[in-house]
Antibody, heavy 117, light 111 residues
Framework: QVQLQESGPGLVKPSETLSLICTVSGGSISSYYWSWIRQPPGKGLEWIGY???????NYNPSLKSRVTISVDSSRNQFSLKLSSVTAADTAVYYCARNGGSYSFDYWGQGTLVTVSS | QSALTQPASVSGSVGQSITISCTGTSSDIGTYNYVSWYQQHPGKAPKLMIYDVNNRPSGVSNRFSGSKSGNTASLTISGLQAEDEADYYCSSHTSSSTLYVFGTGTKVTVL
């Protein structure tokens, strides 16, 4: 059974860079696309972007200038970096596996990141 | 790319059937059979319930079914049970550079 686990700071200061890691267990990170999705408190879901183990990334245009998603096959991990954060970036951040057919079949439990000084 | 439109809330009694609509455009639902549905209980991660309009992942109850007509997709829950009370989100592939668009979400209440 594939499992995903997010890790990283729960508090980030405005203008700094948000950094999260997703560790994949129970399966190889190869041969799948891996996404980050966020959900502001009380609001809906927003796809941030994905990358492939070979390095083929694609990002939501609304965040593209600030986002980097990387995959580390040797550690079975992928990461999210979001720069120049503001309060609007406060959200629960989920990592997820793209299961094909543009759906997300496995999700991490989510981690709340608050942007505040 | 605007979010897909869902009703804010839908309710039903135990044992009844309910249907949640998800309205998009010709750039997403109207063109692609890549509609998926997610169930989210409070404080939990979303769970994939339906993919490719009407396919259920292994382990998902057959009380959940999906369909599509034109620019609107639908999720039907039959034999409503207390544990079905949750938020539900639809999602679709889109031809815009966003690639994925989610719905606004629907809160299902079991009376």
């Amino acid at each position: 059974q594939v499992q995903l686990q997010e890790s990283g700071p729960g508090l980030v200061k405005p203008s700094e860079t948000l950094s999260l890691i997703c560790t994949v267990s129970g399966g190889s990170i190869s041969s799948y696309y891996w996404s980050w999705i966020r959900q502001p408190p009380g609001k809906g879901l927003e796809w941030i972007g994905y990358n492939y183990y070979s390095g083929s990334a694609n990002y939501n245009p609304s965040l593209k200038s600030r986002v980097t998603i990387s995959v580390d096959s040797s550690r079975n991990q992928f990461s999210l970096k979001l720069s120049s954060v503001t309060a609007a970036d406060t959200a629960v951040y989920y990592c997820a596996r793209n299961g094909g057919s543009y759906s997300f079949d496995y999700w991490g439990q989510g981690t709340l990141v608050t942007v505040s000084s | 790319q605007s979010a897909l439109t869902q009703p804010a809330s839908v309710s039903g009694s135990v044992g009844q059937s309910i249907t949640i609509s998800c309205t998009g455009t010709s750039s997403d639902i109207g063109t692609y059979n890549y509609v998926s549905w997610y169930q989210q209980h409070p404080g939990k991660a979303p769970k994939l319930m339906i993919y490719d309009v009407n396919n259920r992942p292994s382990g998902v109850s057959n009380r959940f079914s999906g369909s599509k007509s034109g620019n609107t997709a639908s999720l039907t829950i039959s034999g409503l049970q207390a544990e079905d009370e949750a938020d539900y989100y639809c999602s679709s592939h889109t031809s815009s550079s966003t690639l994925y668009v989610f719905g606004t979400g629907t809160k299902v209440t079991v009376l």
